[in-house]
C-alpha cells in the first residue's frame, strides 16, 4: 500500500466552486470519477438528522453554521443520508412530499456555499429490504422524483442509490435492481457521478458478490466497522454490545495487519475494476475510551489515503460524533485523526 503522495497534496487545492448552487450550475461533460473522488477527500456524514423517521425524532437537527464548522475543521464534503421512504405516499405515482423536498434543497444548497462536495442518497429504505418485489416500483420513482428535481445540479453533487442494502434484498436481486435504478437516473442526469455501494450491509463480504453496471461515472462505497466488537461496544441497537465494554485497539502489529489486509482486498477488488473507492461510514461508538477511538481512526483515515480513498466518518453530532452540539466541543482526538492525519 503505498502512499500516494499526489493525493495528498490535491485535497487542499480541491474546493468546490462557490459559485454554484441549488438554482444552476449544470454538468457540462462527462465527468472522471477518480478526479470526483479526489475532489471528495476527506469527509464526514451528517446522520441521525435526515434519516431518522423525521428530523429531530433522534436528537439531531441539522443547523446551517455546521456546514461552515465542517468547511473550516478541513473537511471536503458531506455525506446526507437522508430516508426518503417516510415521506412518500404508499400509492403509485409514490409522490415525495414537497416540504420534505425543500428541506433536502437547503442542506445541499447549505453544503454549496460552504465549499463541500455534497452526497445524497436513500437511507433506512426498510421496507424494500423486508420486500423488495413489492417496493421495487416505490424506490425506482422515488429515485425519478430525486433525479428531475436535481438534474441541474452542479458537479459537485452526487447520488448514492441505496445505503447498505441487506435482509431480503440480497445479493443476486440488489444486482438485478441496481443496474435499473442507475438507468433511471441517468435519463434525466447523464454524466451525474453515482455512488454504489454492495448488499450484506455494504461491507467487505459483500464488496466480493457486486456486480459493477456498465458506466464510465460510478464510486464504489465501502462500509467499515471492523472490529465489531470494538466499534459497535455498548451500542443500545445491538444485541449483547454491552458485554464487549472494555474494549480496547491499541494498535498492535495484528491489530493493524488485520485492517490492512481487509483494505487490500478491497484496493485489489476496485483495481481489478477499475473503479475509485469510498469509505462511506467508518466509525467507534462513543462508549469506547477516547485514545482507543483516536489511534482506530486515525489507522482506517491512513490507509485510505495510502490509497487513493475518500472518505465520510459517522458521524458529525450523534453517537459516534466528532462534535457536541450542546457545548460546541469538538473531540479533538477524532478530529486530528480525521483531518491531520497523513
Given at each position: 500500500?503505498?502512499?500516494?503522495?499526489?493525493?495528498?497534496?490535491?485535497?487542499?487545492?480541491?474546493?468546490?466552486?462557490?459559485?454554484?448552487?441549488?438554482?444552476?450550475?449544470?454538468?457540462?461533460?462527462?465527468?472522471?470519477?477518480?478526479?470526483?473522488?479526489?475532489?471528495?477527500?476527506?469527509?464526514?456524514?451528517?446522520?441521525?438528522?435526515?434519516?431518522?423517521?423525521?428530523?429531530?425524532?433522534?436528537?439531531?437537527?441539522?443547523?446551517?453554521?455546521?456546514?461552515?464548522?465542517?468547511?473550516?475543521?478541513g473537511f471536503n464534503s458531506v455525506r446526507i443520508p437522508i430516508r426518503w421512504s417516510a415521506h412518500t405516499t404508499d400509492e403509485d405515482p409514490y409522490t415525495i412530499d414537497e416540504e420534505f423536498f425543500e428541506r433536502v434543497d437547503w442542506a445541499i444548497s447549505q453544503s454549496l456555499d460552504n465549499d463541500l462536495m455534497v452526497m445524497i442518497n436513500i437511507h433506512h429504505y426498510e421496507e424494500i429490504f423486508d420486500n423488495p418485489a413489492q417496493e421495487s416500483a416505490k424506490f425506482l420513482s422515488i429515485w425519478?422524483?430525486?433525479?428531475?428535481?436535481?438534474?441541474?445540479?452542479?458537479?459537485?453533487?452526487?447520488?448514492?442509490?441505496?445505503?447498505?442494502?441487506?435482509?431480503?434484498?440480497?445479493?443476486?436481486?440488489?444486482?438485478?435492481?441496481?443496474?435499473?435504478?442507475?438507468?433511471?437516473?441517468?435519463?434525466?442526469?447523464?454524466?451525474?457521478?453515482?455512488?454504489?455501494?454492495?448488499?450484506?450491509?455494504?461491507?467487505?463480504?459483500?464488496?466480493?458478490?457486486?456486480?459493477?453496471?456498465?458506466?464510465?461515472?460510478?464510486?464504489?462505497?465501502?462500509?467499515?466497522?471492523?472490529?465489531?466488537?470494538?466499534?459497535?461496544?455498548?451500542?443500545?441497537?445491538?444485541?449483547?454490545?454491552?458485554?464487549?465494554?472494555?474494549?480496547?485497539?491499541?494498535?498492535?502489529?495484528?491489530?493493524?495487519?488485520?485492517?490492512?489486509?481487509?483494505?487490500?482486498?478491497?484496493?485489489?477488488?476496485?483495481?481489478?475494476?477499475?473503479?475509485?473507492?469510498?469509505?462511506?461510514?467508518?466509525?467507534?461508538?462513543?462508549?469506547?475510551?477516547?485514545?482507543?477511538?483516536?489511534?482506530?481512526?486515525?489507522?482506517?483515515?491512513?490507509?485510505?489515503?495510502?490509497?487513493?480513498?475518500?472518505?465520510?466518518?459517522?458521524?458529525?453530532?450523534?453517537?459516534?460524533?466528532?462534535?457536541?452540539?450542546?457545548?460546541?466541543?469538538?473531540?479533538?482526538?477524532?478530529?486530528?485523526?480525521?483531518?491531520?492525519?497523513?
Amino acid at each position: 500500500m503505498k502512499k500516494s503522495l499526489f493525493f495528498l497534496l490535491l485535497i487542499p487545492f480541491l474546493a468546490c466552486d462557490a459559485s454554484k448552487n441549488v438554482d444552476g450550475g449544470g454538468i457540462p461533460e462527462p465527468l472522471d470519477p477518480f478526479e470526483q473522488n479526489i475532489k471528495l477527500g476527506r469527509g464526514i456524514n451528517l446522520g441521525n438528522a435526515l434519516e431518522a423517521p423525521s428530523e429531530g425524532e433522534w436528537g439531531i437537527v441539522l443547523q446551517a453554521e455546521w456546514f461552515k464548522l465542517i468547511k473550516d475543521a478541513g473537511f471536503n464534503s458531506v455525506r446526507i443520508p437522508i430516508r426518503w421512504s417516510a415521506h412518500t405516499t404508499d400509492e403509485d405515482p409514490y409522490t415525495i412530499d414537497e416540504e420534505f423536498f425543500e428541506r433536502v434543497d437547503w442542506a445541499i444548497s447549505q453544503s454549496l456555499d460552504n465549499d463541500l462536495m455534497v452526497m445524497i442518497n436513500i437511507h433506512h429504505y426498510e421496507e424494500i429490504f423486508d420486500n423488495p418485489a413489492q417496493e421495487s416500483a416505490k424506490f425506482l420513482s422515488i429515485w425519478e422524483q430525486i433525479s428531475e428535481r436535481y438534474k441541474d445540479q452542479p458537479e459537485e453533487v452526487l447520488f448514492e442509490i441505496l445505503n447498505e442494502p441487506h435482509g431480503n434484498l440480497t445479493a443476486d436481486l440488489w444486482n438485478q435492481l441496481l443496474p435499473t435504478a442507475l438507468d433511471k437516473i441517468r435519463e434525466t442526469n447523464p454524466n451525474r457521478t453515482v455512488v454504489i455501494g454492495a448488499a450484506e450491509w455494504g461491507g467487505v463480504p459483500g464488496l466480493l458478490k457486486l456486480d459493477i453496471p456498465d458506466d464510465g461515472n460510478l464510486i464504489v462505497t465501502v462500509h467499515y466497522y471492523e472490529p465489531f466488537q470494538f466499534t459497535h461496544q455498548g451500542a443500545e441497537w445491538v444485541d449483547g454490545a454491552d458485554a464487549w465494554l472494555g474494549t480496547e485497539w491499541v494498535g498492535t502489529s495484528t491489530q493493524v495487519a488485520a485492517v490492512e489486509n481487509h483494505f487490500q482486498t478491497i484496493v485489489d477488488w476496485g483495481q481489478e475494476r477499475g473503479v475509485p473507492i469510498n469509505i462511506g461510514e467508518f466509525g467507534a461508538y462513543s462508549r469506547a475510551d477516547s485514545e482507543s477511538r483516536g489511534r482506530w481512526t486515525e489507522t482506517i483515515v491512513s490507509f485510505a489515503l495510502e490509497n487513493n480513498m475518500s472518505y465520510h466518518y459517522w458521524e458529525f453530532a450523534s453517537g459516534f460524533g466528532i462534535y457536541n452540539p450542546n457545548n460546541g466541543d469538538w473531540d479533538l482526538e477524532l478530529l486530528r485523526a480525521l483531518t491531520e492525519t497523513e
